[in-house]
C-alpha cells in the first residue's frame, strides 16, 4: 500500500514538473545555440550548471545568511501578525483606525523607505529582517482578523449565555476558528519573508565578506557575470520553494487536528 502511494505521488506530482523542467531546459539550450546567442545575454544551460557547481561554497554561505534573516523576520511576522490581530478582533473601531497603515505597510515600495531603514538600524542582518518581517507581514494579520472575527453566531451566543469573558472567548472560541487562517497567511508570508530578504538585501545588506543571494545577485549583474547570476536565481528559487514546502508541510499537519477529511481538499 505505501509503495502504492509512493509510485502514484512520484507520477501525480513530481514527475510532471521535472519532465517540464527538462523541456525548458532543452528550449533554452536549443535558442542558445540556434541563434549563437553571446554568453553576456543569455549563457547556456551548462555554463549555468558549471557556475553552481563552482560557486556551490558562496552560494551555500549566501542561502545560509539569508535564510537566517527569512526565517527570522517570517516568526516575527507571524508574532506579531498574530497579536495585531487578536487586538483587531476585538472593536471595530480600533479595526477602523489601524487597518489603513497596515495597507499603506503593505503597499509602500521598499526602496521609498531603505534610506529611513538604514539611518535607523544599519546595515546589516537586522535591516534585512526587518525589510522581511514588513513585506512578509500583512497576509498573517488580513487572514488572522479574518478567521478571528468568522465564526459561528450560536457558538459565540453558547460563549455569551455562560458568561464566557472576553479572554474565554478569545482563546477557547476565536483563536481555534482562526487557526486556518492564520496558517493559510503563514504559506503566504513564507514565500514573501524569503522575498524580502533578498529585496532587503539589494539595500540594506551585508558588505562583501558577508553577504546573503540578493547581495550576489546584484554583484555577479553589475560585472555581467550572466552565468552566476543565474545560478545564483536558481538556487534563490529552490530556496523559496524550499521554504514554503515546509511552512506547507506544517500547516496540514496542524489542520489534521482540525478537520477529519482530507486537508489537501480545503480551500
Not at 62 to 81: C, H, I, M
Not at 180 to 200: D, E, H, N, Q
Request: positive net charge; hydrophobic residues 55%.
Amino acid at each position: 500500500m505505501i509503495l502504492k502511494r509512493l509510485k502514484s505521488w512520484l507520477v501525480d506530482v513530481v514527475l510532471p514538473p521535472l519532465v517540464l523542467f527538462a523541456l525548458v531546459v532543452a528550449v533554452w539550450h536549443w535558442c542558445v545555440i540556434a541563434f549563437r546567442l553571446k554568453p553576456y545575454l543569455l549563457p547556456s544551460p551548462l555554463a549555468v550548471g558549471r557556475a553552481l557547481y563552482n560557486d556551490a561554497a558562496i552560494l551555500g554561505r549566501a542561502v545560509l545568511y539569508t535564510g537566517t534573516a527569512a526565517l527570522s523576520g517570517f516568526l516575527a511576522s507571524l508574532v506579531l501578525g498574530t497579536l495585531i490581530a487578536f487586538v483587531f478582533a476585538q472593536s471595530r473601531r480600533i479595526r477602523s483606525s489601524g487597518y489603513p497603515y497596515f495597507i499603506f505597510l503593505q503597499t509602500v515600495p521598499i526602496v521609498a523607505i531603505a534610506p529611513l531603514i538604514v539611518r535607523w538600524c544599519g546595515n546589516g542582518f537586522q535591516s534585512v529582517v526587518l525589510v522581511a518581517l514588513i513585506l512578509s507581514l500583512f497576509p498573517i494579520l488580513s487572514n488572522g482578523t479574518q478567521g478571528l472575527l468568522e465564526i459561528d453566531p450560536n457558538l459565540l451566543d453558547l460563549f455569551r449565555l455562560n458568561n464566557a469573558s472576553r479572554w474565554q472567548t478569545l482563546i477557547k472560541l476565536r483563536f481555534p476558528s482562526a487557526v486556518p487562517g492564520l496558517l493559510a497567511g503563514a504559506r503566504t508570508s513564507s514565500g514573501m519573508a524569503v522575498v524580502g530578504a533578498i529585496v532587503g538585501e539589494f539595500f540594506v545588506g551585508y558588505g562583501s565578506k558577508r553577504f546573503g543571494l540578493g547581495y550576489l545577485i546584484n554583484t555577479t549583474n553589475d560585472q555581467l557575470q550572466i552565468d552566476r547570476l543565474f545560478a545564483a536565481v536558481l538556487t534563490s528559487t529552490l530556496f523559496g520553494i524550499a521554504i514554503f514546502g515546509m511552512v506547507n508541510l506544517i500547516s496540514v499537519t496542524i489542520l489534521r487536528r482540525w478537520y477529519d477529511g482530507p486537508v489537501e481538499d480545503r480551500k
